[in-house]
């Protein structure tokens, strides 16, 4: 079914959706309350739109959760192209055609006023999130990566998208750290929040003391004083902790891991990006556990 722009709904700014979309995009305890983020543009609405028509592709969420769920779709009227690449992504993905009476639509000026972009891509959906878990929920056959005060969403955003890449696919985050499911990290993560399963801990010596019980090989990840990552030999189920941006994990907690790694480097630099140095020990641990082309 092609959709044209005479079968869509816009809508004025004072009505309901709009103001749902608005408090969506701007307020923090309404998405947590709801359950509900926002995503912007074609190619981020395609990949979330396949995860919900097969939640299998890409990376089956492992503990439980449910696929993501498209509540509603904003087109923008005024950008004849957009309802084209939309229609597109329709027929791609197979997205059931009985949701289409949830697409609306907006003026340029409307998306403007609510996009996080400074230029709006002229297409928004409101997504209602996977549930999330506990440490009672993981799957103890797969690796899991813990997240400790990492409250800086681009930094959240790539890591959980190299977790996808290498085959961690259980996300456990401390009480600390920022909104996962905030379009910002959604964003920065390509959509891959949505696609692992997110599990939470009060804490990171509760987190450290269950997963040592699960048998995991837990690794503690540090700027130096490490075993360099290129010799430290990993598990088939790991466990892998990364600390906050401004001061890592601290060196009280060196005692619970079995490893700690450090990533070597040739060049005269202090430290790498904490996203950056992520990607690069999670492949390192997905390559010696021989995960790398299973996946």
């Not at 700014?13 to 359950?35: A, E, I, M, P, W």
């Not at 430290?271 to 999670?282: F, K, P, Y």
């Amino acid at each position: 079914m092609k959709l044209e722009l005479s079968n869509i709904q816009t809508l004025a700014s004072g009505n309901k959706h709009f103001k749902n979309l608005r408090k969506v995009l701007n307020d923090k305890d309404y998405r947590q309350t709801t359950g509900l983020t926002a995503v912007e543009g074609i190619s981020l609405l395609n990949d979330i739109l396949k995860l919900a028509v097969n939640p299998t592709i890409n990376f089956t969420n492992r503990s439980g959760s449910t696929a993501p769920t498209i509540r509603e779709i904003y087109l923008d009227i005024n950008e004849p192209a957009i309802l084209t690449k939309f229609n597109g992504i329709l027929d791609s993905t197979g997205f059931s055609e009985d949701s289409l009476e949830n697409i609306y639509g907006l003026t340029s000026k409307q998306m403007a006023s609510v996009s996080a972009l400074k230029s709006s891509p002229g297409l928004m959906a409101l997504v209602k999130v996977p549930g999330v878990g506990d440490l009672d929920n993981f799957d103890i056959n797969q690796n899991i990566l813990i997240l400790d005060q990492i409250n800086d969403p681009s930094n959240m955003g790539p890591i959980i998208r190299s977790a996808a890449a290498f085959g961690f696919d259980q996300i456990l985050l401390t009480k600390n750290c920022c909104e996962p499911f905030s379009p910002r990290v959604i964003r920065s993560s390509a959509g891959m929040v949505l696609a692992v399963s997110i599990l939470y801990s009060g804490g990171l010596i509760q987190a450290l003391e269950d997963v040592k019980k699960k048998g995991y090989q837990v690794v503690g990840t540090y700027v130096d004083g490490g075993k360099p990552l290129e010799t430290t030999e990993f598990r088939r189920t790991v466990s892998v902790v990364f600390g906050s941006e401004a001061h890592g994990i601290d060196d009280s907690f060196r005692g619970y891991f079995d490893d700690t790694v450090t990533v070597g480097m040739a060049g005269h630099v202090e430290s790498l990006n904490l996203s950056v140095s992520a990607g690069i020990i999670l492949r390192d641990i997905c390559l010696k556990q021989g995960r790398l082309f299973e996946i």
